[in-house]
């Protein structure tokens, strides 16, 4: 048995000896030093291989903080854009109202300037909708019999004519405009009274052009030339602007000439008119201001 134990101890001990120099190795291995910085050997090789594993690691996780963060940054640039739209949009709005309200108030101080210079009185009135039936030649205003509106009144803006009143109701009217292809209007080329280029005024199929038809084809024509009103129709007063000329067909001496008008008033952009509370004279009384005019008496 002893002989055995020997023999299994010879057998270890090459083995011992090996394990022993590991250790020996390691303990100076761990022991060795820097000769340069003084570190040791084994904190050195550590940091390394920890260098090796963490490198890609930390570059896989900054990658994927990144990808987060930028993914909350986008959230948030949506939320700051969207908030910045809506302020923009805010401030559009607010813009656009504060222009209609200038527009606005140059629209009545012209109107308030309209009823100081007129010879007659003049209520303000809104148009709040177009007859369909003839979208562009008849509107609707808010203005009727309880405000003394009356059947052919004239309406007007700052600019000029706009046409009279067909149709009232106790708190509307209608308005036939000027350029509504059953319209006329006694006109004169230039001021009443200074010029004897007289004629008739018209709607057209061209819609926001009037035609003035009679016009003696001898008188002198220009395009620019202003037209006004001479109150021989019984409906409109005498000197209002119906518009200027923009085109000219001359005539002859048997032959009339052709005329079309531009619109003094801006018809398919007003909001507000003028009513002219005015009563043309009856046919009667007009000729009684006649001189020299005589009434055939019944014996």
Known sequence: MVERSQKDVWRLA???????????FVLMAFDAKEITSGQRVVRSWTQTIADFVQSPVTSVTSAVANYFVSISNLRSAQTDNDVLKQRVQE??????????????NTRLKAFLQLKETSKYKVLTARIIGRDPS???????????????VQLNMPVVTDGGLVGRVTAVGPLTCQVDLVTRNKSGLGAVIGQVGESNALGV?????????????????????????????TGQDGIYPAGLKV???????????????????????????????????YEAATREQYEQKLPNATRDVKR
């Open 14 to 24: 090459p083995w011992l000896m090996i394990a022993l120099l590991i250790v020996n």
């Open 91 to 104: 401030l559009e709005v607010e813009l656009k109202q504060k222009e209609e309200l200038a527009a606005e």
């Open 243 to 277: 518009g200027e000329i923009v085109s000219v067909v001359s005539g002859s001496a048997t032959t009339p000439h052709v005329i079309l008008i531009q619109p003094a008033a801006k018809l398919n952009s007003m909001q507000e008119v003028g009513i002219l509370l």
């Open 134 to 148: 003839v979208w562009f030649d008849s509107s609707i205003v808010n203005r009727g019999s309880l405000d003394g």
């Open 201 to 229: 005024v018209s709607g057209t199929s061209k819609g926001d052009l009037l035609e003035m038809r009679y016009v003696a084809g001898t008188v002198a024509v220009q395009v620019g030339q202003a037209v006004f009103t």
